[in-house]
Nanobody, 117 residues
């Protein structure tokens, strides 16, 4: 059974930091591109950051220089370090695993991030 379990969300003040974690099980993560997406109320889900199996990274313009995505193959973990958080970063953050060659994609259940004073 494939599972992506996010953790690390919460309430933080503007300018603060959070580190999200995604624990993967049931898949050979080394074959998958991994990503963090977010969805704010009444908005579409959007890509925040992605990291390929070859460790190439991509970021949304709105988070460049503030967020860093990383992965640990041995632990089957993906992380999103979020610094200098802004109220507009408030959303549910989802972990995604994608293997385009096999048309396989999985989602976690999401973790809430709220940036507010």
């Amino acid at each position: 059974q494939v599972q992506l379990v996010e953790s690390g969300g919460g309430l933080v003040q503007p300018g603060g930091s959070l580190r999200l974690s995604c624990a993967a099980s049931g898949i050979a993560v080394s074959f998958y591109d991994m990503g963090w997406y977010r969805q704010a109320p009444e908005k579409q889900r959007e890509l925040v950051a992605g990291i390929t199996s070859g460790l190439s990274t991509i970021y949304a313009d709105s988070v460049k220089g503030r967020f860093t995505i990383s992965r640990d193959y041995a632990k089957k973990m993906v992380y999103l370090q979020m610094n200098s958080l802004k109220p507009e970063d408030t959303a549910v953050y989802y972990c995604n695993a994608n293997w385009p060659a096999r048309s396989r994609a999985y989602w976690g259940q999401g973790t809430q991030v709220t940036v507010s004073s």
